[in-house]
């Protein structure tokens, strides 16, 4: 693919270079709570920044409708950025209006400028072909196109799934080129799908299997285990025929997951026991059952201790190990505990591990684990469509080098 270090050989000095960065992070406070992918953004910047480029930072946080909505400005973000790179950041009122226009006009070699959220704009997320590529030719314009040297550079790993104007219609309208955190993240997450090194076993939670059949029907001939653990695992366990009582479950996916423990029973492996509670409450009453004998009035909130024995015993000598969603409710403390067991397995095991998806990386974070993980991805839905085999508009876009 072409990369940022082919535009770069070309001479970057003065000229206006559009990246895509995925800067969606958690705010708290109107604070930044977590910096990992404004981090993660940093490498692509400064290489810009350092060689004389103007560089203008398009990205989005939340899922605002297509309006301004202050509470997804993208504002405490640049001033984490500032403090960052230890420059000043312009930071622009509006996407592709008067703002974003004036301050991308008055850059000077090595200024940096981010726009407001893009996702502001109806025409980001549009599923109009023309508003899309509308909005694609503004932000192009603010670059002052192909012919003022203008340049779009793809970072957001974790929204290349996305077929919106700042991460695909763009790349239609400008000479455009790879990040580095997307080619990282494409290099180590190819490894997953590639030859990977046996034992490959893949650690899946979250809430609803149907957001994950894709990602296990495509997993499931080249894995060697499949842990289910999470709100998914109630449908699992129903399928097999047990009592679930108040927990997650997705009833029209019980027949799906029926015949796909049937037709892999070495490779799925689910709870043997669940830890319950009448509700998600800070007190509530927990009590661990048998993954069979589900009490009618509760509901599964996390896997119990024999469960996270037997996950740490099949990660222990995995040779690669991928793991994305939560394997309880895990910002409630009294069900984090399989999550966090999880974390530390995963963190334990020798081999190849890669960690993907918002709860998941947290859960490593706040265990003090992330320097055991070989590689922790910024991309969530991005990685697992990856693993999918589905194309990812983002990438598709960029040319071959
Ligand atoms: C993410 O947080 O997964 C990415 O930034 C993409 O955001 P989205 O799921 O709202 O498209
Ligand atoms: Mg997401």
């Known amino acids: 693919m072409r990369t940022l270090d082919d535009l770069i050989r070309h001479g970057v000095k003065g000229r206006r270079v559009l990246v895509r960065s995925d800067l969606n ?21 400064t290489k810009l ?104 550079v793809e970072d957001a790993f974790g929204a290349v799934h996305r077929k919106h104007a700042s991460v695909y219609d763009v790349a239609k309208l400008l000479p455009h080129y790879c990040g580095d955190l997307v080619r990282d993240e494409l290099t180590v997450l190819r490894q997953l799908t590639e030859d990977p090194k046996r034992p490959y076993v893949v650690v ?94 509760m509901k599964g909130l996390d896997i119990g201790p024999r469960t996270v024995a037997a996950f740490a015993a099949d990660l222990a000598d995995a040779q690669t190990v991928f793991w994305n969603g939560p394997m309880g409710v895990f910002e409630w403390p009294r069900f984090g505990e399989g999550t966090t067991a999880v974390a530390r397995a995963v963190a334990a095991c020798e081999g190849f591990t890669v960690v993907g998806g918002g709860d998941s990386v947290r859960a490593v974070q706040e265990a003090g684990l992330t320097g055991d993980i070989s590689w922790v991805s910024t991309g969530g839905g991005a990685s697992l469509e990856l693993l999918e085999g589905r194309e990812l508009p983002g990438v598709a876009a960029i040319p071959a080098a």
């Open 49 to 152: 920044l350092d060689r004389g480029a103007r560089v203008i930072v398009a990205a989005h946080l939340g899922r605002p409708k297509g309006a301004p909505d202050p509470q997804y400005s993208l504002r405490p973000v640049a001033d984490r950025l500032a403090q960052l790179l230890g420059q000043p950041v312009d930071f622009a009122l509006d996407t592709v209006g008067e703002s974003a226009r004036l301050l991308a006009g008055e850059l000077k070699n090595g200024d940096l400028l981010l726009l407001e959220n893009v996702r502001f704009h109806p025409g980001e997320t549009s599923k109009d072909d023309a508003q899309r590529a509308a909005l694609a030719m503004c932000l192009a314009f603010l670059t002052g196109g192909d012919d003022e040297g203008g340049a779009f």
């Open 204 to 297: 899946l939670g979250g809430s609803k299997v149907s957001d994950k059949l894709a990602v296990i029907t495509s997993l499931l001939p080249r894995v060697d285990r499949l842990l289910v653990g999470g709100g998914m695992c109630f449908t699992f366990l129903k399928a097999q025929g047990y009592e679930v009582g108040d927990s997650l479950l997705e009833d029209d996916q019980v027949d799906t997951c029926r015949q796909l423990l049937a037709d892999n029973p070495d490779k799925i492996v689910l709870p043997s026991d669940i830890v319950v509670a009448a509700d998600v409450t800070d007190d509530a009453k927990t009590q661990t059952v048998p993954a069979d004998a589900i009490p009618k009035d």
């Open 25 to 45: 992070v958690p705010l708290k406070d109107g604070a930044v709570a977590d910096d990992g992918r404004i981090r993660a953004s940093l490498p692509v910047i």
